[in-house]
């Protein structure tokens, strides 16, 4: 399995993950746990944009979004890294991305960097989610990779 197939995988994955938490906030109501979800899913469109050059200056990442907003982002975010990495080969993971950050500080790095960075993002806020929804007394869902690939075989 090549770079680019890999990245597939984990994209598919992290929306797969992202589902679930919208699946669970759907019947075990948390306020900042939604508010976590909204920032994953905020993130990962801002980051998409980042790697054509988008300029965040300014840009609020802590919105919070209803859950039908946020089926809908990230229906949106996970068709447009499918898109995007289907139109790569591993060569041109190291494409670089000038972008600026929300506090203005210009940077550069390349896809690879920016692609991996968004799924280590996300997957450290999904824990967050899921420690808050036990603090508030709900049974947070299983979101493992190993459990995603349990259930895809």
Not at 88 to 98: H, K, P, R, S, Y
Not at 108 to 120: A, D, G, I, K
Request: proline fraction near 2%.
């Amino acid at each position: 399995m090549n770079t680019i197939e890999h990245l597939r995988e984990l994209y598919i994955y992290n929306n797969w993950a992202n589902r679930r938490i919208i699946t669970a906030l759907k019947t075990s109501p948390s306020a900042t746990a939604q508010k976590i979800l909204s920032h994953i899913l905020i993130t990962e469109s801002e980051y998409f944009e980042r790697l054509y050059g988008k300029d965040s200056t300014g840009f609020e990442f802590w919105q919070k979004l209803s859950l039908e907003d946020c089926e809908k982002l990230a229906q949106e975010n996970a068709e447009n890294y499918e898109h995007l990495l289907q139109r790569f080969n591993d060569e041109g993971l190291g494409q670089i991305a000038e972008y600026k950050t929300s506090k203005g500080a210009a940077h550069q790095n390349s896809f690879r960097e920016m692609l991996t960075h968004v799924l280590f993002h996300s997957m450290n806020h999904r824990g967050q989610v899921n420690l808050t929804m036990r603090d508030d007394g709900f049974a947070p869902p299983a979101t493992d990779y190993i459990i995603y690939l349990r259930e895809i075989i």
